[in-house]
């Protein structure tokens, strides 16, 4: 009996554990993939800026 609450007890914190992993990793993935499309709105609005003064520059 004492074997099975020591068993349940490791169980218990190990899925807690993986738990807790799982959470911490989508949300580092969550966070990249907004810093990702924070990147390329600025890297478009770039583009269109030099484009726009490229034009400018040619007239």
């Given at each position: 009996?004492?074997?099975?609450?020591?068993?349940?007890?490791?169980?218990?914190?190990?899925?807690?554990?993986?738990?807790?992993?799982?959470?911490?990793?989508?949300?580092?993935?969550?966070?990249?993939?907004k810093?990702?499309?924070?990147?390329?709105?600025?890297?478009?609005?770039?583009?269109k800026?030099?484009?726009?003064?490229?034009?400018?520059?040619?007239?």
């Open positions: 009996m004492m074997l099975l609450i020591i068993f349940f007890g490791i169980a218990v914190t190990y899925y807690l554990f993986q738990k807790s992993r799982i959470s911490r990793i989508e949300k580092q993935e969550y966070l990249r993939e810093k990702n499309e924070k990147f390329d709105q600025l890297l478009d609005l770039a583009r800026e030099d484009q726009a003064k490229s034009k400018n520059q040619n007239t």
